[in-house]
């Protein structure tokens, strides 16, 4: 995993566009670029290109869309997505590409769906930080069916698409001008690729050990649920030829990963009146502040466990989640008549735990502030019977990368550009700031699709100058 020297080097195989990564921000830049007028090629190091995305639930904020409006929601603008992005990140993140994103995203999911990528408004379920419901997504809340449908656009545009490819070396001049990259294919054996320009659409570093203990040691404790294969080869490249990188002790975490499933259950659990308790019947924490940050909260309790608690009336949103329905099917969700039944399901004492519910119900009716922070007074208290469920924390996704200007071109340390790089979703620098904390929801899959988009359009232009 290095940078080559280039020295004149002549590549068997020459494109003026390289992607190297088939996710979400790898296709979606190769059909931009191809737009707009390149010829492109696409690596990928997967058999079949899964990534992160085809492990998601597939939901992209975007606001002030054709697909809102035509759905009844008028009042909904970039302007609110902007601010929501910003109070989530307390304004510590690039307050440019948030901008730029902001406004993008209407404009990328209507060009999605205009090459067939089958998305509709998510109306009935609002997550935290999000002052309109800004989500957008396949019926079936899969990520599978994005990427499948991405994959399938891919394919109708006859852009090549090598798979089991892994990028292991890039070629570049002294002066950091990419001119190739070195694949490896399963057997050990090698082939170079010639390029004009580069895109990194390889996601980040939640799949390296190594990687987090240096960056995000506490993050390193975590199950990793997303994508194996995103070992970190965009920072490695980019430390190695001086690119800036930055927040890279950010992440997105998830505080509701049933277990030992090893499958996430919908935040309605929490949004719609649900609440989390330890070993002791406890709560810990305002869970509804975020799923990111409830991730170590939760590794934190005795175990490393919690309990999930929510009702029948949650937990019908929360199915329209495919991971939910996984999670259900998987017999992680137990059905408890009372409060006592939750108990003995959680193994603490029925006291405590009812004591819990009893606070909770005061907070509700608004009689009581709850101890950490959170307003409850918003939704009705659970009703029986009720849903339970063993959760842990999960890392889902890291969100430090290469710092990028406003077209997804990649800085060195010093500010200047590189001449030919550019990086974009999980690559790139995300909108979260340097911690857990500043993860809006959806905010991966906005990076990967909006900046795919850009860097496609940026690089294919740049090609033809
Ligand atoms: C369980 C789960 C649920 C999620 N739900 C949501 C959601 O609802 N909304 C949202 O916004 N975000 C969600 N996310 C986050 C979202 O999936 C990611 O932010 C997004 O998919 C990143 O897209 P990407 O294209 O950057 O990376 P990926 O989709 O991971 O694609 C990167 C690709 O690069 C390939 N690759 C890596 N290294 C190399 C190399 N050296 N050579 C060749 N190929 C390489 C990988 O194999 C992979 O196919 C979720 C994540 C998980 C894990």
Known sequence: MSILKAEGRKFPTQTQVLVIGAGACGTIAALAAKEHGAEVFIVERDAKPSGSTSLS??????????LQRAAGLLDDTPDLLYKDILAKAHGECDHAIARLIADEAKNTIEWLVERQVPLTCVLNFQYPGHSRPHMHAAKSLDGAELHAALLAAVEREEIPLATSAHATDLYADADGRIRGVRVTRPDGKTEDIGCDALILACNGYGGSKEMLKRFIPEAAELFYEGHVGNQGDAVRWGEELGASLKDMGSFQGHGAMATPHGVHLNWATVTEGGFHVNVHGKRFSNENAGYSEQA??????????????????????????????????????????????????????????????????????GEKKDEFGRDFTRKPMLKPPYCVSKIAGALTHTQGGLEVNTEMRVLRKDGKLFPNLFAGGGAARGLSGPSDWGYLSGSGLMSATNMGRLAGIAAAKLVKE
Do not use: M, N, Y
């Not at 495919?322 to 006291?351: F, L, M, P, T, Y």
């Open 57 to 66: 639930s597939g939901q992209i904020p975007a606001a002030g869309t054709k």
């Open 296 to 365: 170590l909260k939760v590794h934190r309790q005795p175990g490393s466990i919690a309990w999930a608690i929510w009702d029948e009336r949650g937990d019908a949103i929360a199915t329209q989640q495919a991971s939910h329905v996984e999670a259900k099917q998987a017999g992680a969700v137990k059905r408890c008549d009372s409060v006592d039944a939750i108990a003995r399901v959680v193994g603490c004492d029925a006291k405590a735990l009812a004591q819990t519910f009893a606070d909770v119900a005061a907070a509700v009716r």
